[in-house]
């Protein structure tokens, strides 16, 4: 718990001191003898029960916070909840149970012909790349393979949805079982790895020894809570993030940069760039190959990108709103400083593109018409199809959330880092471990991968009300999100619309995202592009084997659901990106223009650092 928030819990513990009447206070008139059956007179009401009752609440928050921080926000109850759904589901399905049956002695038959190579046995998944060497195919080797991917398809079945079980639990049992698997893989095991046998008869050992090396040091960075440093090859401001510009503006949120033009001349609308704020916003302007701010400038636009803090504890009571108001709406009054008199294209990633989705439908309820168009980049405003990681929400877990942030003030950077890397544990925890501490193999650093590793934190109330409004209660597209107590609707937004999902998208999937059709009647330019959720992003022209699918809709369209609309729209090679430059041409007014002055100091906006700003170097 910090230190702010027990002081605070102490100082409500005790019970309030009481006001001493004034001296010139008229004497009190006695009161007549009470009659031996009148009721007592009632007694004001007491603060000590309500400051009593929030001791032992904030007991329960600080047991539950500590003991989220050994699980690393899991809820433990919700994991045990989800598998006695199952548990008492399966027990009473005497089908189900024979069918699992049946399976085991299939898969001990199929195991044992593919291990003597009298049948093709099983075959790893689609994606699943532990067991492509050679070694595989010969014994004893094989053998392993085929036992573990013979449980691994008899799991698969077993934690399938069993009829009037909850869909959520059925998610994750599914999911906890593959975790389990995933741990128990021969892969993960020099002795049962022929790949890892080959490199240690071929180096004489050097690749455990190397590995051993490597384990060490990451075990004394997370024992010490150190973070990993930055690359060598990649550093911020020099050559990551490095297109030029200017910071015009700072509160205790943001950095507002405004880019240096480099053509003479510009078109007359700016473009005004939301990131989110669960990580650094250079993941838009990483290296000069592959920015899609210096892309934007090269293209003629005044491109202005919003640097989010890094909260601290300090933070904790910074909620969402506060994002809209003191990130978004703050930014919008300098940028329409700078460039007055003109609309603004506004573009949102991820979070990003959620909050200032709430923000133009506030603008909207209110007939400010600042926004020449909304551009939306893998960033979801329904969230009941919201991926995978709506597994882990719900009422247990978000409570177990919270009560950690309200003791730290924050959600921490490798806690996010966790949750994601386990959805994907198979690639991004075994694989990693296999290519580092048994192969002894040291990852080539790349620029993505720098960025990934810088994170950051968020503040308590925020992610809270995030979660809870958003993910777990749907307010924003049900029609009961409100800011400043009124109701605000997406359908009151009457900017053209530019939709970017991706297609492997696991973070904000793009079903979800496509889903803001249903939600808003405007013009709309939809675009599904390869990659995931930041590759599909980075899609530059001439980047080799991108492509993408693109659909226009126009006023009197009819609703096509997601597979309808990819089965009508044919793939086209290439960069999404060109697609929506020329969308931001045809939404702008065509006049081209002198590039404005960095700033505007008369009216507050005076440059105070050259990009990429201070608030993208805080850990």
């Known amino acids: 718990m910090t230190s702010s928030s027990t002081a605070k819990t102490r100082s409500a513990s005790k019970p309030a001191a009481a006001t001493p009447a004034p001296a010139s206070a008229p004497a009190a008139t006695p009161a007549p003898a009470a009659s031996p059956r009148a009721p007592k007179p009632k007694a004001p009401a007491r603060a000590a029960p309500q400051a009593a009752k929030r001791r032992y609440k904030n007991i329960d928050r600080s047991i539950r916070a500590k003991n989220a921080q050994m699980t690393n926000g899991v809820s433990v109850n919700a994991s045990h909840a989800a598998w006695m759904d199952w548990a008492k589901h399966i027990s009473q399905a005497p089908g189900r149970q024979q069918e699992l049956a049946e399976k085991a002695v299939e898969n001990a038959r199929k195991f044992w012909l593919g291990s003597m190579g009298l049948s093709d046995g099983f075959e790893p998944r689609k994606g699943d790349n532990r067991f492509t060497h050679e070694g595989w195919n010969t014994p004893p080797y094989n053998m392993w393979k085929q036992g573990y991917l013979a449980m691994e398809d008899w799991w ?39 790949e890892v046998m080959s490199k240690t008869l071929e180096t004489g050992g050097e690749n455990l020894a190397a590995g051993a090396r490597s384990f060490f040091e990451d075990a004394v960075r997370e024992i010490s809570g150190e973070k990993e440093p930055m690359p060598e090859e990649f550093q911020v401001g020099e050559n990551i993030a490095c297109t030029p510009g200017e910071v015009i503006y700072r ?42 701010i210096r892309y934007l400038v090269s293209q003629g636009y005044t491109v202005f990108c919003i640097s989010w803090v890094n909260p601290d504890a300090t933070y904790a009571n910074v909620g969402l709103d506060d994002y809209r108001k003191d990130g978004v709406m703050a930014a919008l009054e300098a940028v329409t400083a700078v460039v007055p008199d003109q609309k603004v294209h506004a573009c949102g990633y991820c979070l990003g593109g959620t909050i200032l989705s709430i923000a133009a439908a506030t603008m909207a309820g209110a007939d400010d018409d600042r926004f020449a168009s909304v551009t939306l980049l893998a960033a979801q405003t329904d969230f009941t199809e919201a991926g995978e990681v709506m597994m882990f929400l719900d009422e247990s877990q978000i409570a177990y959330l919270e009560d950690m942030m309200w003791d730290q003030g924050y959600l921490d950077q490798d806690q996010m880092a966790g949750a994601f890397q386990a959805l994907r544990a198979e690639d991004l925890i075994w694989a990693r471990a296999i290519r580092r501490y048994l192969l002894g193999e040291q990852e080539k650093p790349f620029d993505i991968s720098a960025w990934n590793a810088d994170a950051t934190r968020m503040p308590y109330k925020m992610h809270a009300e995030y979660l809870r409004a958003l993910f777990l209660e749907n307010r924003l597209s049900g029609g009961r999100y409100a800011v400043d107590g009124k109701v605000i609707a997406l359908r009151d937004i009457e900017a053209p619309f530019f939709v970017v999902g991706t297609e492997k998208d696991h973070i904000a999937p793009w079903k979800s995202v496509y889903k803001i059709g249903l939600f808003n009647e405007t013009e709309q330019v939809f675009v599904l592009t390869s990659g995931g959720h930041n590759s599909g992003i980075l899609s530059q022209p001439g980047h080799p084997r991108r492509h993408y699918r693109i659909g226009h809709r126009d006023a009197d369209y009819h609703y096509m659901d997601p597979d309808s609309w990819l089965a009508n729209h044919e793939i086209q090679q290439g960069s999404w990106w060109e697609e929506w430059a020329s969308f931001l041409s045809e939404k702008s007014s065509g006049e081209m223009v002198e590039p404005p002055r960095m700033g505007a100091p008369e009216k507050g906006y005076r440059p105070l650092c050259t990009a990429p700003g201070t608030y993208i170097h805080q850990q």
């Not at 943001?254 to 078109?267: A, D, F, G, N, R």
Request: hydrophobic share 40%.
């Open 251 to 292: 509160n205790h949120l943001i950095e507002l940069i405004q880019y240096t033009p480099t053509t003479e001349k510009v078109h007359a609308e700016p473009i005004l760039i939301v990131p989110a704020w669960i990580m650094k916003y250079y993941i838009l302007d990483l290296s000069q190959k592959n920015s899609l």
């Open 156 to 194: 698969t079945t077993a934690t399938s949805e069993v009829r009037g079980m909850r869909h959520k639990s059925c998610e994750r049992v599914a999911f906890q079982a593959q975790q389990m698997l995933d741990a128990m893989a021969p892969s993960n095991f020099p002795m049962s790895n022929p």
